[in-house]
């Protein structure tokens, strides 16, 4: 079945939609130090042992399914979004199937959302 946009319904959501945030968003591989200073948030599948680093934490899902997961990451995002954060941080997903979709999505918004956060707060790896 195809959608108006010619799309097949059966794709993932992630496939469908662009992702447009206001706020910086980095893959946590990326960052080498993240400074106390900045409000951040965490996308992540699971629950973080690390919770407490972040200001607020959106999980996918809580029991590590990948097609809930797919099916949240919008959501989440956008209501990471809502916050003013400075810094979104992309915990990445399992690297295979739809966790491997989610992570190249994620990936292209990241590189998409730019480096507007001074050099001085997060040093980027070379």
Do not use: W
Request: hydrophobic letters at 40%.
């Amino acid at each position: 079945m195809e959608n108006i946009a010619g799309l097949s319904d059966s794709l993932p959501t992630m496939l469908r939609y662009e992702i447009q945030l206001k706020t910086v968003m980095l893959m946590e591989s990326d960052i080498v130090h993240l400074s106390n200073e900045l409000q951040t948030g965490l996308l992540c599948l699971k629950p973080p042992g690390d919770r407490n680093r972040f200001d607020c934490v959106e999980m996918l899902s809580p029991s590590g399914d990948l097609q809930e997961a797919e099916r949240n990451v919008l959501p989440a995002l956008r209501r990471l979004d809502s916050l003013d954060l400075d810094l979104i941080v992309v915990r990445c997903m399992p690297d295979a199937g739809i966790g491997r979709a989610i992570n190249e999505k994620l990936l292209r918004s990241c590189a998409q959302s730019g480096t507007a956060i001074a050099e001085s707060k997060i040093m980027r790896m070379q």
